[in-house]
């Protein structure tokens, strides 16, 4: 096992320099910082956290809290955690992988635990877990804005969800569909609370009327319907009320895949008969599908990567100016599964 002084003497600088690097007790520079980093992960070197945290004061670790429900981790959980456990590590932090029940915060909770800070992934409306960050005085970063009424000031990383769900519906509608039903994520959550008022506000700004049928939400992460969701709604709205649907935007691929099967069964086809567009999906996925599934590229790992420099700049291991709230951008990736219509009348 590698050990310090082996790091000192390939890194070509002292062990007070790598052991600096480490605990960013004092500063070194961004040359000397890279090159130490290079070296220790070339070594395998592991620094001793123990020992660290009594010299800093610190515990070296952040939390990550997701909540979960009786389902697998998407490819977006898992790109997005890599991006956290990767950019941590790079400023010698550990992470902390706290799941908890959907819509439940019970003790032990991250604020029991010794972390310096922590990543709250997928907020809801008056989140439990941000009063509790909140009140115990732990520096936070969110992932998808805030709607906590007692927090006005808060730090967060996210996609622009109110942009990408109109440039969905205007490419959608600028190739002919007037007739969208829209599987929206689950409804407490910030993001799908911003997502739908997008699409409202996108259909109406292009003369469209928003019907009941046309936005549906995801069931709670721990009942029996979530992993499903998505062929219930597309039997039902198509195939037993008939309704007219040319296109429908699935929150995941999860979801979009539950359409497709549905759409089978219907004996309808992708993009023929309706076109399906996938919000946040995992691409060698969409790639595989028949069709190949048009999606948007979410950045999850740079999501991840972000909400931890942010998280340091809180805690004084970055210097310098940021932003209290970062965007990162979304794009679309066509692929076969939308095609343009024309204005005639076409029946399900």
């Known amino acids: 096992m590698a050990k310090i002084d082996d790091v000192a003497r390939l890194a070509r600088v002292s062990k007070g320099t790598v052991s600096n690097v480490f605990s960013q007790k004092r500063p070194t520079s961004d040359e000397?910082?890279?090159?130490?980093?290079?070296?220790?992960?070339?070594?395998?070197?592991?620094?001793?956290?123990?020992?660290?945290?009594?010299?800093?004061?610190?515990t070296m670790a952040i939390g990550l809290t997701i909540p979960y429900g009786s389902f697998f981790f998407t490819a977006f959980h898992m790109q997005f955690i890599n991006g956290v456990i990767l950019e941590a590590a790079y400023y010698g932090y550990r992470v902390l992988l706290d799941i908890i029940p959907s819509q439940e915060v019970k003790t032990p909770f991250l604020t029991s635990y010794p972390i310096d800070g922590a990543v709250v992934m997928r907020p809801t409306a008056?989140?439990?877990?941000?009063?509790?960050?909140?009140?115990?005085?732990?520096?936070?970063?969110t992932v998808g804005h805030v709607m906590n009424e007692n927090i006005e000031?808060?730090?967060?990383?996210?996609?622009?969800?109110?942009?990408i769900m109109y440039n969905i519906c205007e490419y959608l509608i600028s190739k002919g569909h007037k007739d969208i039903m829209f599987l929206n994520a689950s409804e407490l959550m910030t993001v799908s609370i911003d997502r739908k008022a997008s699409f409202i506000h996108a259909m109406k700004d292009h003369g469209l009327d928003v019907e009941e049928h046309m936005i549906h939400h995801k069931p709670d992460l721990d009942s029996s319907e979530y992993m499903d969701y998505g062929?219930?709604?597309?039997?039902?709205?198509?195939g037993k009320q008939k309704k007219k649907v040319t296109a429908i935007i699935a929150d995941d691929e999860r979801t979009a895949f539950s359409v497709l099967k549905a759409l089978k069964d219907l004996n309808l086809s992708v993009p023929g008969d309706v076109s399906l567009f996938v919000v946040c999906g995992d691409h060698s996925m969409?790639?595989?599908?028949n069709p190949a599934l048009t999606s948007m590229?979410?950045?999850?790992?740079?999501?991840?990567?972000?909400?931890?420099?942010?998280?340091?700049?809180?805690?004084?291991?970055?210097?310098?100016?940021?932003?209290?709230?970062?965007?990162?951008?979304?794009?679309?990736?066509?692929?076969?599964?939308?095609?343009?219509?024309?204005?005639?009348?076409?029946?399900?």
């Open 32 to 58: 000397i910082r890279e090159r130490v980093m290079r070296v220790s992960k070339q070594l395998n070197y592991v620094p001793n956290h123990t020992a660290r945290s009594l010299v800093t004061k610190k």
């Open 126 to 141: 008056n989140d439990e877990r941000i009063n509790q960050m909140h009140l115990g005085q732990i520096p936070f970063v």
């Open 153 to 163: 000031h808060f730090t967060s990383v996210d996609n622009d969800n109110h942009q």
């Open 231 to 238: 062929y219930e709604e597309t039997i039902l709205i198509l």
């Open 286 to 289: 969409m790639v595989q599908s």
């Open 297 to 348: 590229d979410l950045q999850p790992s740079e999501l991840g990567a972000q909400s931890v420099r942010l998280l340091m700049h809180q805690l004084g291991v970055l210097q310098g100016d940021f932003s209290g709230n970062i965007i990162v951008e979304g794009k679309i990736i066509e692929r076969n599964s939308v095609s343009t219509i024309d204005h005639k009348e076409k029946h399900n």
